[in-house]
């Protein structure tokens, strides 16, 4: 039996870096295969739908679209950078330990959609090269995300996955992450990443500047003005060639130019290319078509050269912050002992907050509660949830058990600290190549029985695999905010390796040393 789940998860990895489909139905084929194969009962199979922390990302998906529509955002990024041209270390000083600030609240994304081209169309306004800010910007929200338990859904589904270890057996040592409990490590991490990037992106980022074309920027009278569109996994057309597809029929836009990997196709080249994810093209649109498409899953991100969204009243704005300040600090206090028997059969943790924000910001339209299905992010989901019924057939099989006992077998003297390294790169490497979340879900199980096999707390193995599951700098495809900056910025695969890889290193480096001090063994 572990013989064949190793074969199936080996299948779905070479799957998922292949990208033959989207994450989540690798990984939901993969949970059917066990449940058909007798390895998963109906009950385990669906037990990830289920989980407080697959919920939790969901709702967390709309309360950061309601932050994202307030306007408040934009704002700040207003007063963040000068009316002035400055140089690029002061632009980085004042924008990524504020955006680290941020994604340590919301969600990664929608805050990299809406600073991505603000940032372009400044560092353009201002004759500065956008690829020094632009790779900046996603590593903040990444180094946000490591400091707690919301900052990214990677923390959520290690935390809900702890909780159900901690429920079925109480003496085994696991328990959930405390609102803040990652910070401990997380602030080192920000910190450190922060200051390299402040003194290397002079010499590993890029200098690259668009090249203008006049007439597109010319506001005129015509109805139609410059648009960047980020294909997203949804998109209709994807591995579909551009003269085989009639954008402008589909979309009222004309399709001027694809951006790829360093790379702006155009003309002949562009007819013959086929559309991938992550591709930036460049449109020719109007109002209808920002309208119609600006909030679609087909795109990551779709932004113009102008500032055209209509925002809330002041009054809404300030009642968008208060409710996302008692979200957090109701979550935080929750936690403390004193509450746990104020309202006996009720816990205020994130997910009971999160639950009570969402509905007060749905029924005061702060996002469009209509097409509430269209900013929930169903991939993710789908892909957390299978992937705690592929975590429990990897226990379940005896295939975890296997493989922590060929590890821990092959390190004797300092064993913890040795295999927590072990469990840390293989995280990293994982993540690098697939989604996230998967990364920590495969890794989950067999880091709870190489504790097991040590006799050692699990903690220390838990809090690394959030940090590795987040730390993608190395390559675009690893996380969603590389990908969309990387088409904005019209980065090469080889800018993100050369400025990420010796940053993945120093937070390696960093958490085996830190965690063990925090999260004894």
Known sequence: MAT???????????????????????????????????????????????????????????????VRRSGLLESLLNWLLPNRKCMVLGAQIRMMPVVSFISAFLNNTPVVVIFAPMIKRWAERHKMAPTKLLIPLSFATIFG??????????????????????????ESGVR??????????????????????????????????????ETLDDEGLSPYFPVEAVIGARFPAINRRVRDFDFKEKYGATLMEIKRAGRTLVGKELKNVRFREGDTLCLMADETFI????????FLMVADSHNREQKMSKGKQWFTILLLLIMILGATVGELPTMSGLVPGMKFDMFFFVCVTTVIMAWTNIFPARKYTKIISWDILVTIASAFAISKAMQNSGMADNVASWAVGLSHEHGAYVLLGVVYLITAVATELMTNNAAAALAFPIAMSIAQHLGVSPMPFIVSICIAASASFCTPIGYQTNLIVQGVGNYRFSDFVKVGLPLSLITMALSLWLIPIFWPF
Do not use: Q
């Open 4 to 66: 064949f789940v190793t074969i199936i998860v080996i299948l779905m990895l070479i799957a998922l870096t292949k990208e033959i489909l989207r994450p989540g139905l690798i990984l939901l084929s993969g949970a059917i295969i066990f449940l058909c194969a007798g390895i998963l009962t109906p009950t385990e199979m669906l037990e990830g739908f289920s989980n407080k922390g697959m919920i939790t990302v969901a709702l967390l998906f709309l309360v950061s679209e309601g």
């Open 291 to 298: 309208k119609n498409w600006g909030d679609s899953s087909f």
């Open 145 to 170: 995300g490591m400091c707690t338990l919301i900052g990214t859904s990677t923390n959520l589904v290690v935390h809900g996955m702890a909780l159900d270890v901690a429920a079925a057996n109480p």
């Open 176 to 213: 959930g992450l405390s609102m803040f409990e990652l910070g401990k490590i997380g602030i080192f991490i920000a910190l450190a990443g922060t200051l390299y990037i402040w003194l290397v992106s002079r010499f590993l980022l890029p200098e690259r500047r668009a090249k203008r074309d």
